[in-house]
C-alpha cells in the first residue's frame, strides 16, 4: 500500500542476475525487503526440459513474490517450463528477451528474437494458455545500433495484442557483435526517453524501467514517468540499499531491518541449508556488501572471502566474522 491506495506489484524489483540471483541471494534479500519482487537467474527451457528440476527451480516460501526467468524461444518448450513454473509456486514467468550474449545467442533466444516479435508473441500466448499466473516480458529498447523508435514500439505492440501486459524495459540496445556481455551493461547509451515513450503509447501496459538505476532516489525519480522500476548490479553489490524499500515504494511504517537481525536470520538459514549439504560459501558470498560504507565492512568481506575461514566455522562463518569484525572494529 502507498498512502492508502493499492500499488502494482512490478512498483520496485530486483533484476534477474547470472549466476548471482540464485536461491541463496534472494532469501537474503528478502529479509531485507517484504514487498520487491524478485527474480531468479535465467533458466533455459533446455536446462528444465533435460536436466535436474528441482535443483533449478526449488526456493524458499519465504521468497514470494517472485518470478522464475525463462530463456528460450520455442513455444511448446516454453508453455512446458511455464506449467513447471506454476506448480513450483512462482508469482510470475518472464520471457528473456534482452540478453546479448554469444552462447544464448547460438541458442536463438535472450536479445536475438527480439527481431521477430511475431515469434516471440507466439511464445507469449503459448504460455498464457498453458498457466494463470502472470506471463512478463524483459527486453532491450533496441538491436546494435539502431535507434527507430519504432522498432521498440512495433515489438512491445505486438506482444500487447497477444495479451502481454507487463514489460521490464532496459533502456539500452543490445549490441549483438562486438561487446561482452558486461559492456552491453555500460557501452549502450541509455535512453530513459524510450521508455518514457512506451509507456505515453500503452497505457495501459504496466512499463517497469531497468538499467542504469544507481539509488533509491533515482529510482523514485522515474517512477513519474513510469510503473515500476527494477534495480540489478546496485541492489547486490551494497545490498542494504534494498532495506528503505518497503517505506520508501510500499509505504510500510515499520523501520528498516538491522543489519545485525540480518546477519542473525541469515547464520540460521545457513545452518538449515547446510544440514542439506549446501557449502557456508553458497550464501555468504551474496552477502559480501552488507556492511558497504560501515566500519568494520573490509573485515567483514574478507572474512567471508576466506576459505579457510569458511571451513573453520562451517555454517557458524556469519556469525563468527560479525563477532570479530565488531571486536575489532570497536576504538581503543
Known amino acids: 500500500m502507498v498512502a492508502g491506495h493499492q500499488v502494482n506489484p512490478w512498483r520496485f524489483c530486483v533484476a534477474p542476475m547470472l549466476d548471482w540471483t540464485d536461491r541463496h541471494c534472494r532469501y537474503f534479500h528478502r529479509q531485507l525487503s517484504r514487498h520487491a519482487r524478485l527474480y531468479t537467474e535465467m533458466i533455459t527451457t533446455g536446462a528444465l526440459l533435460h536436466g535436474d528440476v528441482a535443483r533449478h527451480l526449488d526456493f524458499d516460501a519465504a521468497e514470494h513474490p517472485v518470478a522464475l526467468q525463462l530463456g528460450g524461444s520455442e513455444p511448446a518448450e516454453l508453455a512446458q517450463c511455464a506449467r513447471l513454473a506454476e506448480r513450483w509456486g512462482y508469482d510470475e514467468v518472464n520471457l528473456n528477451c ?59 505492440g505486438t506482444l500487447f495484442d497477444a495479451g502481454c501486459r507487463v514489460f521490464i524495459v532496459h533502456a539500452r540496445n543490445a549490441w549483438l557483435r562486438g561487446l561482452s556481455p558486461k559492456e552491453n551493461r555500460e557501452v549502450p547509451p541509455l535512453r530513459y526517453d524510450v521508455v518514457y515513450r512506451l509507456k505515453q503509447d500503452f497505457s495501459q501496459a504496466i512499463i517497469v524501467l531497468n538499467g542504469g538505476l544507481t539509488s533509491l532516489a533515482q529510482a523514485a525519480e522515474e517512477l513519474r514517468q513510469v510503473d515500476g522500476v527494477m534495480l540489478g548490479r546496485v541492489a547486490y ?87 570479530r569484525m565488531q571486536r575489532e572494529s570497536v576504538p581503543t
Open 237 to 323: 553489490h551494497d545490498p542494504y540499499v534494498l532495506a528503505e524499500v518497503d517505506r520508501e515504494f510500499f509505504g510500510a511504517a515499520a523501520p528498516p531491518p538491522s543489519r545485525e537481525r540480518i546477519v542473525a536470520t541469515m547464520a540460521t538459514y545457513a545452518e538449515r541449508v547446510a544440514a542439506a549439504g549446501t557449502r557456508p560459501r553458497a550464501v555468504t558470498q551474496h552477502m559480501l556488501g552488507l556492511y558497504l560504507g560501515q566500519r568494520g565492512a573490509r573485515q567483514w568481506r574478507r572474512l567471508l572471502s576466506d576459505p579457510v575461514f569458511l571451513d573453520e566455522h562451517g555454517a557458524g562463518a556469519l556469525a563468527a566474522a560479525q563477532r
Open 98 to 156: 534482452g540478453c546479448p550474449s554469444e552462447r544464448v545467442q547460438r541458442g536463438a533466444f535472450g536479445a536475438c528474437p527480439m527481431a521477430e516479435p511475431a515469434l516471440v508473441a507466439e511464445c507469449i500466448r503459448a504460455m498464457q494458455d498453458a498457466v494463470s499466473i502472470p506471463v512478463t516480458v524483459k527486453h532491450r529498447i533496441g538491436l546494435d545500433r539502431g535507434e527507430d523508435y519504432g522498432f521498440v514500439r512495433d515489438f512491445v
